[in-house]
């Protein structure tokens, strides 16, 4: 029992092309936004400024393979 279930994962594209898991070669994965922090950030409490990233989860090993937003 996990946080994901099986039903939610998909394939992803980059840029057009199928993303393969850099660890196993999987090609399903969950989705999850995550906050990217600074120590600067933090000291001023002003976390809600920091820019999000998607994170891609692979379904199988469970690597995260993070993505800036592009500019």
């Not at 120590?39 to 809600?48: N, Y």
């Amino acid at each position: 029992m996990g946080l994901f279930s099986d039903e939610d994962t998909e394939p992803v594209t980059v840029k057009g092309k199928p993303l393969r898991c850099q660890v196993c070669q999987n090609d399903r994965f969950w989705q999850q936004k995550a906050q990217l922090h600074s120590g600067f950030a933090t000291f001023f409490d002003v976390e809600w400024a920091s820019p999000t990233c998607t994170c891609v989860i692979c379904s199988s090993c469970r690597y995260v393979h993070w993505f800036f937003p592009e500019a």
